[in-house]
């Protein structure tokens, strides 16, 4: 498999990136400010490497032509991206925030998660949009969505949201790979993140739940960050006799139902945590699920974890309180062991 060293989150994906250009000269990447401006000076390029520093260096080694600087407009750049993508390459569109969809939906959602429906099959549509998702930062209701759930309810998009730096390389591209549209969902809180990662090129397929940690008293599924927060979770119930099972969604569509199920059906207890939208979101998705298919086995009534139905405060106390954390699961998991 490679040799692992510990890098962090941003430079897993840079990496994923790089061996994607490298082995497939039709991977392109499309966005704002991914190399410094587009006509800037020669001191400007590779200025930014993309609003989270991403995408830096890659020009140096591919050039202006598969490294496209993009004018600041969403509906433009991703428009551009599925109709490269029609054409045979395969285009990396970079999002920045996930809010920004709303300029761009209609080529998300008419367009990309369509034309191959439409077409009987005849038109692939092989890109990779990815956005950056996530409170915690102070960035305001319009820098701070999670909205994955949005792009889940429309039949034609895959979605993915890896927590670690070895999920975010693999998954990428596999991502890449994929002759669908995928929406590949990046936490903001996460870039510096560091852990272990091979140096080779590896797929994880999506569509395909992992388990983090095995546990037999109650089961919590959890998505992107909240993963880390679950984990954190379950450490603490650890030194208080109770095991957690932790599954991280990795995949939201396809969801990986199969998995959530067995490890439900083993330990008769569901926590969600979930940062977007409690209404129509995953975690309800997930529950009603649970619910239908494993409900005998259920010991106790699925419980959410989730932020208030609200948009993100700005203000960092108020932030604070509307996220998700480790002493909510804690206090969702005594609860219902009646402790």
């Known amino acids: 498999m490679g040799s692992e060293r510990i890098i962090t989150y941003r430079e897993a994906l840079n990496e994923g990136l790089r061996l994607a250009m490298r ?3 039709g991977v392109v990447l499309l966005g704002e400010d991914l190399a410094g401006g587009a006509g800037g000076t020669p001191s400007q390029v590779d200025a930014w490497g993309g609003a989270f520093g991403v995408t830096k260096g890659l ?12 004018p600041i407009s969403e509906m433009a750049f991703i428009g551009a991206a599925v109709g490269a993508a029609m054409t045979g390459l395969r285009p990396v569109a970079d999002l920045m925030y996930v809010s920004f969809i709303g300029v761009c939906l209609d080529q998300v959602m008419n367009q990309a998660a369509k034309l191959r429906y439409m077409s009987g099959g005849k038109v692939r549509i092989p890109v990779t949009i990815r956005a950056s998702i996530g409170a915690g930062m102070s960035a305001a209701a319009q820098h701070s969505d999670c909205i994955y759930s949005l792009f889940v309810h429309l039949p034609g998009l895959k979605v993915v949201a890896p927590a670690t730096p070895y999920d975010a390389k693999g998954l990428l591209l596999a991502s890449i790979k994929d002759d669908d549209p995928v929406i590949f969902i990046e936490n903001k809180t996460l870039f510096n993140n560091r852990g272990p990662v091979p140096e080779t090129s590896y797929l994880i397929p999506l569509g395909r739940a992992d388990v983090k940690r095995e546990g037999k008293d109650v089961t919590i599924v959890a998505i992107s960050r909240m993963v880390l927060e679950a984990l954190k979770a379950a450490d603490f119930l650890a030194g208080r006799g109770v095991s957690a099972e932790i599954i991280d969604v990795l995949s939201l569509s396809p969801l990986d139902t199969k998995t959530i199920l067995t490890s439900v059906k083993k330990t008769g207890r569901l926590i969600i945590v979930d940062e977007d939208y409690p209404k129509c979101g995953m975690a309800s998705e997930i529950a009603a699920t649970v619910s239908a298919e494993v409900f005998d086995y259920l010991d106790h009534p699925v419980q959410r974890v989730i932020p208030p139905h609200t948009h993100v405060p700005f203000s960092p106390t108020l932030e604070q309180y509307y996220l998700p954390n480790s002493d909510r699961i804690v206090d969702s998991a005594m609860t219902m062991l009646g402790r």
């Open 59 to 70: 020009i140096h080694e591919f050039g202006p032509e598969r490294v496209i600087d993009t």
């Open 23 to 25: 082995e497939d000269p």
